[in-house]
T-cell receptor, first 113, second 111 residues
Framework: DPKIIQKPKYLVAVTGSEKILICEQYLGHNAMYWYRQSAKKPLEFMFSYSYQKLMDNQTASSRFQPQSSKKNHLDLQITALKPDDSATYFC????????????FGSGTRLLVI | SQWGEENLQALSIQEGEDVTMNCSYKTYTTVVQWYRQKSGKGPALIILIRSNEREKRSGRLRATLDTSSQSSSLSITGTLATDTAVYFCAPGAGSFNKLTFGAGTRLAVCP
C-alpha cells in the first residue's frame, strides 16, 4: 500500500485556472514537503512544514499556497496557472530532525495548456 | 560526477557491469543520502551514509563519504536492467531538515 498518496496522478489545466494538488501521508511523520521537477530543472524544493506550520518557503510566487488541514495532509493550491507551471509535483515526508531521510509520493503530473 | 549546478549526467552500460557514480557538494554535512528515481515514480532512498562510516554497503550497493573533500560515491556491482533510473545524491539538511538534490545521474543498464 502506498505510504504517501498524491491525487490526482495526472492533471490538465487551462492557463489562468486554479488547481489543488492533494497529499496524504500514513507514515506518522511530522514534517512534510513539496518539490517540483521539470525537464528544465531538477528536483526543486518548494515548501516544508513541521507540525502543520510553514518552516521554509523557497517559492518566489504567491500563486503557490500550501494548505495543511490535518497533520498528515499537505495540499498545494496553485492559482492563475501558467504553462511554465507544467511539471511533476512531488510530496514528501520525514520525521522532523536533522538528516532524516525522506519518503516521496509518486507525484502529480501537471500540464497547463 | 554530480555537482550542485551541473547538467544531468548520463551513463549507459551493459547488464552485469559495475558502475560508480560520484557526487560533490558545497556545504558541510555529516550525512549524504542517495536516492533512486525510476521512470514515473518519486525518488526513493537507497542508502544513507554518515561521516563516521566512510563506507556503507547494502546488497549490491556501496556508498563512500569523504567529508574532507566534500564528496560521496555510489557503486553498484553486477548491474541489472532494473537498476535503470536516475540517481541523486543529497547532502544532509541544514538547520531544518531540507534536502537539496543535485541534477542526478541517469543510468541506463542494457540487457
Amino acid at each position: 500500500d502506498p505510504k504517501i498518496i498524491q491525487k490526482p496522478k495526472y492533471l490538465v489545466a487551462v492557463t489562468g485556472s486554479e488547481k489543488i494538488l492533494i497529499c496524504e501521508q500514513y507514515l506518522g511523520h511530522n514534517a512534510m514537503y513539496w518539490y517540483r521537477q521539470s525537464a528544465k530543472k531538477p528536483l526543486e524544493f518548494m515548501f516544508s512544514y513541521s507540525y502543520q506550520k510553514l518552516m521554509d518557503n523557497q517559492t518566489a510566487s504567491s500563486r503557490f499556497q500550501p494548505q495543511s488541514s490535518k497533520k498528515n495532509h499537505l495540499d498545494l493550491q496553485i492559482t492563475a496557472l501558467k504553462p511554465d507551471d507544467s511539471a511533476t509535483y512531488f510530496c514528501a515526508s520525514s520525521q522532523e530532525g536533522r538528516n532524516s531521510d525522506y519518503t516521496f509520493g509518486s507525484g502529480t503530473r501537471l500540464l497547463v495548456i | 560526477s554530480q555537482w550542485g549546478e551541473e547538467n544531468l549526467q548520463a551513463l549507459s552500460i551493459q547488464e552485469g557491469e559495475d558502475v560508480t557514480m560520484n557526487c560533490s557538494y558545497k556545504t558541510y554535512t555529516t550525512v549524504v543520502q542517495w536516492y533512486r528515481q525510476k521512470s514515473g515514480k518519486g525518488p526513493a532512498l537507497i542508502i544513507l551514509i554518515r561521516s563516521n562510516e566512510r563506507e556503507k554497503r547494502s546488497g549490491r550497493l556501496r556508498a563512500t563519504l569523504d567529508t574532507s573533500s566534500q564528496s560521496s560515491s555510489l557503486s553498484i556491482t553486477g548491474t541489472l536492467a532494473t537498476d535503470t533510473a536516475v540517481y541523486f545524491c543529497a547532502p544532509g539538511a541544514g538547520s531544518f531538515n531540507k534536502l537539496t538534490f543535485g541534477a542526478g545521474t541517469r543510468l541506463a543498464v542494457c540487457p
